[in-house]
């Protein structure tokens, strides 16, 4: 792609009202900030294009096609490329997004604290980062370590958060000379308006009660409230951390996870039609419904897999806590599949590093692409309707009769905190 050396306003002015183009403002913007560019470029070389100069220390190599949004529409801009080193200019584009910046910041401290593999070394050079010192480096993670830190200390005034998805992830750190493994905690939930939301990301060296339990109560010191239900996976210590850190609310057990780990217990030549009679149960039409079900493939399991029919009876109000909720919500509170979807992007980042640095490098990574996800959903359109979530708010409450003739009342009332 081409652009002009020089420029002299009058002269663009009217060739480009000479064309009469519709697209007259856009190509006057393209033109101007290209020549803004090249005469930048002019001065890195030492020299303007094409001039034999003694103070010349660089010379041009063509161009680089980079389009540029502005109100007036898309523009093609021409940014000049050098023979040695790099051009950008950063007064008018922006050069990577958050998590790029991330994944860059991570790969190039890996690379010079001489922990990096071969692979890490390929992708540095991919990504342009073999020539960055550290103070270079250190000025990006700062910078992004400020935006992340915001971010996952932000107060949770959305609230109340009726429906909250928590999981964790194992990635592998460097800590006093050798890799262990670490927990990647994160908190995503439903708000006030209906959208989704990260709620909170925290690192914990182990996934035990502890753990959790010191990450669910930073989100309500933050101001997480409201929550009626919280969905996972079994994880160890959890169901107790909820009690605590969240009173009133539920728990529903992942189905998903949940019939992986009910095949274990039956022959591998049963598990298919095994499965296939467990997920009959939420294949029903009402809460009744799916009960009823529930008994019959208990009853149904007995006989031949004694084992699996009493492991499911006792998982029965884990695994049924989402019929006390709307129908058409079901597919949403049911499993973890959400935030399963929410975990393949952080891989996607992650698995290009494979081992972390440090804690530090990991939580600005992951809180990076957390923070992406969290304003793609603040755009987007919302994840439950206000009705689905005000009839979710509603519980029945049978109170006690005054006297042994009175009958009992019914009453409802919405929970607003």
């Not at 440090?358 to 809180?367: H, N």
Request: proline share 4%.
């Amino acid at each position: 792609m081409a652009a002009p050396h020089s420029i002299e306003p009058a002269e663009l002015l009217e060739q480009q009202l000479q064309g009469a183009s519709p697209d007259v403002l856009r190509q006057m913007i393209a033109s101007l900030a290209n020549a803004m560019m090249s005469a930048q470029a002019d001065q890195v070389c030492g020299a303007g294009w094409g001039e034999r100069s003694d103070a010349r220390t660089n010379r041009r190599n063509g161009y680089r096609a980079r389009e540029w949004d502005t109100r007036a529409g898309t523009v093609e801009l021409a940014v000049p490329k050098l023979r040695e080193g790099s051009y950008f200019p950063d007064w008018l584009l922006t050069h990577r997004r958050r998590a790029e910046q991330a994944l860059v910041t991570v790969v190039a401290t890996a690379y010079l604290l001489g922990v990096s593999t071969r692979r890490v070394e390929r992708l540095a050079e991919q990504l342009g980062v073999k020539s960055l010192s550290r103070s270079q480096v250190s000025e990006m993670a700062s910078h992004l370590d400020a935006q992340v830190t915001a971010f996952r200390e932000r107060p949770l005034d959305q609230g109340p958060y009726t429906f909250v998805w928590v999981d964790a992830l194992v990635v592998k750190v460097r800590e006093d000379g050798r890799v262990v493994n670490v927990h990647a905690l994160v908190a995503t939930g439903v708000n006030a308006d209906g959208h989704r939301e990260i709620l909170g990301l925290d690192v914990a060296s182990t996934e035990d009660g502890a753990g959790w339990l010191a990450f669910l109560r930073g989100l309500v010191a933050r101001g997480l409230s409201g929550v009626q239900l919280v969905i996972s996976d079994a994880h160890p210590g959890l169901v107790a951390a909820i009690g605590s850190a969240l009173p009133g609310a539920a728990w529903q057990r992942c189905r998903t996870h949940y019939l992986r780990n009910l095949l274990t217990r039956v022959p591998k030549s049963a598990q298919p039609h095994v499965a296939t009679q467990v997920r009959t149960i939420f294949d029903q039409a009402d809460a009744d419904a799916v009960a009823a079900q529930y008994n019959r493939v208990v009853e149904a399991l007995e006989p031949r897999f004694r084992e699996a029919a009493e492991h499911l009876e006792a998982a029965r109000a884990e695994l049924l806590a989402f019929t006390a909720y709307p129908r058409e919500i079901w597919r949403q509170i049911w499993s973890n599949n959400p935030q399963e979807r929410l975990n393949k992007e952080i891989r996607r980042r992650t698995d290009v590093v494979g081992i972390f640095p440090g804690r530090d490098a990991l939580i600005r990574l992951v809180g990076a692409v957390l923070a992406e996800q969290h304003d793609e959903w603040t755009e987007g359109r919302r994840y439950m309707s206000l009705e689905l979530l005000a009839k979710s708010r509603i519980r029945v409450v049978t109170t006690e009769p005054a006297t042994s003739h009175a009958e009992p009342a019914e009453t409802t009332e919405e929970l607003t905190a």
